[in-house]
């Protein structure tokens, strides 16, 4: 099982749409959590961190459940800018160390 | 400028020979990475220096693999007789905190394309 797990998309929605992207981890002592945008042939950047008692940043909601081992982002009245891939990062236990550990990426197309 | 410098952005070469990418991270910033991201694919890990600390190696996916950083501040990842699935861009990123709690600041990467 992978460390940390997203749907890999793409989701597909109209501008306007609301749409959420969920990602689960494995390592029940995980402390940190992030969600990353990358653009095409680009860097990831960081979008924002998600906190225990979620985390809303304008039309962006992170949340994180601990008991299910999951976090989520939520985006509200998507916008064509809003096409990248979302990677969710996790503070997880690898190979006898902690260090951060990437998603292979939700994909978000937002059509006109 | 003040962000994380990579170099070269595009290395083609040959399989069996050796290359060199740098990496010049953010000034200050203690904390180095290495991720590799093939085609449509997630970030690797590869390798974390976090100052004087001994690095962490064990994302390096085979001998051929290593890395060195200077003075703590610029490092170099090193491949070995290259073979066709290197072939990648290799992404370095900087934090200012230790660990594995801060944001990383990523270069623009450096493509390696392996003939």
């Known amino acids: 099982r992978k460390e940390v797990e997203q749907d890999p998309g793409p989701f597909n929605v109209p501008e306007g749409a609301t749409v959420a992207f969920n990602c689960t981890y494995s390592?029940?002592?995980?402390?940190?959590f992030f969600w990353y945008r990358q653009d095409c042939r680009k860097e990831p950047k960081l979008l924002m961190s998600?906190?225990?008692s979620g985390n809303e940043d304008g039309r962006f909601t992170a949340q994180l459940n601990r008991a299910s081992q999951y976090i989520s982002l939520l985006i509200r009245d998507s916008k064509l800018s809003d096409s990248a891939t979302y990677l969710c990062?996790?503070?997880?236990?690898?190979?006898?160390?902690?260090?951060?550990?990437f998603g292979s990426g939700t994909r978000l197309l937002v059509r006109p | 400028g003040a962000g994380v410098s990579q170099s070269p952005s595009n290395k083609v070469t040959e399989k069996g020979k050796d290359v060199e990418l740098r990496c010049d991270p953010i000034?200050?910033?203690?904390?180095l990475y290495w991720y590799r991201q093939s085609l449509g694919q997630g970030l690797e890990f590869l390798i974390y220096?976090?100052?004087?600390?001994?690095?962490?190696k064990s994302g390096l996916p085979s001998d051929r693999f290593s890395a060195e950083r200077t003075g703590g501040s610029v490092s170099t990842l090193t491949i070995q007789r290259t073979q066709q699935e290197d072939s990648a861009v290799y992404l370095c990123?900087?934090?200012?905190?230790?660990?594995?709690?801060?944001?990383?600041?990523f270069g623009e990467g450096s493509r390696l394309t392996v003939l």
């Open positions: 390592n029940s002592a995980s402390q940190s």
């Open positions: 220096f976090q100052g004087n600390s001994a690095p962490d």
């Open positions: 998600v906190y225990s």
């Open positions: 990062v996790v503070n997880g236990y690898q190979d006898s160390s902690y260090k951060l550990i």
């Open positions: 000034s200050g910033h203690t904390a």
């Open positions: 990123a900087s934090s200012s905190l230790a660990g594995t709690t801060g944001e990383l600041f």
